[in-house]
Nanobody, 117 residues
Framework: VQLQASGGGLVQTGGSLRLSCAPS????????MGWFRQAPGKERAFVAR????????YYADSVKGRFTITGHANNHTVYLQMNDLQPGDTATYYC???????????WGQGTLVTVSS
C-alpha cells in the first residue's frame, strides 16, 4: 500500500495550502493518520495527527492555530489545511499512517511546500 500525497506548491507568506493524502488500496485500514515535515538540513518533525476512532487531533506547537487536520475514516483520506503560512513552514511534507495509537507504519512520498517571503 502506498500513501499518495498531493497539494504542495509555492505560496507567499500569509497564504494557504491544503494537502491531501489517500491510500492506493481501498482495503487499507489504519488507526490514525498524520503529517510530518522535513526542512532542508533538518530532521523530520511531527506536524499533526488524527486518530479515527476517537476523532482526537494532535498538533506540533509551531502549527497550532494555523493548521487543521481532518479526514474521512471510511476511506482513510486525510487533509492538512495550512493557513497563515510562514517561510519557516517551507519543507517537504510527508503523509503517514499508523496501525496503533502512536505508531507510524506507512509513509507517503512527500509533497514540497515552499513559502516565499
Amino acid at each position: 500500500v502506498q500513501l499518495q500525497a498531493s497539494g504542495g506548491g509555492l505560496v507567499q507568506t500569509g497564504g494557504s495550502l491544503r494537502l491531501s493524502c489517500a491510500p492506493s488500496a481501498r482495503s487499507f485500514s489504519s488507526y490514525g493518520m498524520g503529517w510530518f515535515r522535513q526542512a532542508p538540513g533538518k530532521e523530520r518533525a511531527f506536524v499533526a495527527r488524527i486518530n479515527w476512532h476517537s476523532g482526537l487531533t494532535y498538533y506540533a506547537d509551531s502549527v497550532k492555530g494555523r493548521f487543521t487536520i481532518t479526514g474521512h475514516a471510511n476511506n482513510h483520506t486525510v487533509y492538512l489545511q495550512m493557513n497563515d503560512l510562514q517561510p519557516g513552514d517551507t519543507a517537504t511534507y510527508y503523509c503517514t499512517a499508523g496501525l496503533t495509537g502512536t505508531g507510524y507504519d506507512y509513509w507517503g512520498q512527500g509533497t514540497l511546500v515552499t513559502v516565499s517571503s
